[in-house]
């Protein structure tokens, strides 16, 4: 079989001079090719089908890989005096203007980064650094559920640094919520960065961004206190449509967590805030506060994808909201043996509508493997069944101990071990959902 495939890749008139010794080198190339080909294949539907990690990236579909290949062979943006750079120019201008007409916020204030990991740096790092610049402390509030990308730089950053940046974490409830009044009251003369995310990526949690804002609006016309307020919307976006100017100064979405291809980030920043936002990278100054050769194929294609996904929102998360109870229907009325509790807010209107952080309690204890990783032996199991789910943010699979959002909503050391995150998209089917609840079923009946 494998010699067949050989042929009508390597035959041809070559082949009367090919020794046996090549033959074999090209049949391994050949299935090597073949096994690669494959892979690619599988990989391409493991994001397609019964695939339950949505939080973590999501499947890229045809017509968004279209608008990307369109935007690939194109001039540097910022080389406008030939045709090739005037078209990447403009497709970036107009993927500025789709996207600030999304956000109802001016075209200049949309910036373009690699990802949310570096959208949320630049500013944090951007505001801290002009803050040193003028030997001035700085005081910066984040809640303790922060993506690491939030709250490890606040706090690597505040420990480098002599005690001119100090910081606190925002406490949240046991559903992962933060309180204004907590926050107000934690608020002092020196603080001038609070960093609150949209939702929550593990527990799917919202919080109360709108009201943090008024607060802190209230608080600059009364003191004239200037706080800058930065919101992480990565795994709101797309559920929701948000106006950032309307509450914060400044927000973060990633691409790739919208159905777009990945690399490729945007922020937010209103104007009147940028000037106290230093550049993190020097040399071209393509955005105000970036330089670096803009990626044409992937603003375009980010543009797209949210306007994509921000079409029939209301249908779409009523779907999700349909899947999640079907989920936890399935395993109430078929795995009554089993013991469950799903973390985070039962309220509808609290939570994401594609997030289910659901705790297993009789999860079997796996040989040498800490307690806190028992999950990942059920993950496995649905791996080994074609079913892609985590144990939580991708951010934390490589760390040793359990996740800092569980820790902050003070679970137990049993919820800690058998923690999973299901999280769907907008392409999941019931069918996929009853496939997923029938293999954990199994799981437990097996063990
Ligand atoms: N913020 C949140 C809430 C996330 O879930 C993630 C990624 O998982 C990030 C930030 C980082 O996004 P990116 O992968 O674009 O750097």
Not at 139 to 156: D, F, M, N, P, R
Request: aromatic content about 6%; charged content about 25%.
């Amino acid at each position: 079989m494998d010699k067949l495939i050989v042929s009508t890749h390597y035959d041809g008139d070559r082949k009367k001079n090919i020794s046996s010794e090549s033959k074999t080198g090209q049949i391994l190339e050949s299935i090597a090719h073949r096994a690669h080909r494959n892979n690619e294949r599988n990989a391409e539907s493991r994001l397609e089908k019964n695939y339950f990690d949505n939080n973590s990236t999501t499947w890229v579909p045809p017509e968004i890989i279209k608008e990307f290949m369109r935007y690939v062979n194109v001039g540097n943006p910022s080389n406008t005096h030939h045709k090739a750079g005037r078209i990447a120019a403009n497709a970036i201008q107009k993927a500025r203007e789709r996207i600030a007409a999304d956000f109802k916020c001016g075209a200049d204030e949309i910036l373009f980064t690699a990802c949310a990991t570096e959208s949320n740096n630049a500013v944090i790092q951007g505001i801290i650094s002009r803050f040193m610049q003028k030997r001035k402390p700085i005081h910066i509030l984040y809640s303790a559920i922060e993506h690491k990308c939030v709250g490890e730089t606040i706090s690597q950053i505040g420990k480098d640094s002599n005690g001119m940046v100090t910081f606190e974490e925002i406490p949240v409830d046991a559903d992962g919520r933060v309180h204004v009044s907590q926050i107000t009251d934690l608020i002092k003369p020196q603080t001038r960065l609070i960093c609150c995310m949209y939702a929550n990526n593990e527990l799917g949690t919202l919080q109360p961004v709108h009201a943090i804002g008024k607060m802190l609006r209230k608080l600059h016309a009364r003191t004239k206190q200037k706080i800058h307020f930065h919101v992480d919307a990565v795994a709101a976006i797309g559920k929701y449509v948000i106006h950032p100017g309307s509450f914060c100064d400044s927000m973060s979405i990633s691409g790739h967590k919208i159905h777009c291809v990945k690399g490729i980030g945007c922020l937010y920043v209103s104007t009147c805030m940028t000037p106290f936002i230093r550049p993190l990278t020097y040399g071209g100054k393509q955005q105000v506060i970036r330089s670096g050769t803009d990626n044409t194929a992937a603003i375009h294609c980010m543009s797209k994808a949210l306007e994509m996904v921000h079409h029939n929102r209301d249908k779409k998360n009523a779907h999700l909201f349909t899947l999640r109870r079907k989920f936890i229907t399935n395993l109430e009325e078929e795995g009554d043996q089993i013991e469950w509790d799903i973390l985070g807010p039962e309220d509808d209107t609290q939570v994401l509508p594609n997030t289910i952080l659901i705790c297993f309690y009789d999860l079997p204890k796996w040989e040498n493997t800490p307690m806190f990783m028992c999950n990942l032996k059920l993950i496995k199991w649905l791996d080994e069944h074609d079913i892609s789910a985590s144990i939580g943010s991708s951010c934390n699979t490589k760390s040793k101990s359990a996740s800092h959002v569980l820790s902050a909503i003070d679970a137990t050391k049993e919820q800690k071990r058998g923690t999973i995150r299901i999280t769907m998209s907008d392409y999941t089917t019931a069918e996929e959902v009853d496939y997923l609840t029938d293999v954990i079923i199994r799981f437990f009946q097996r063990s």
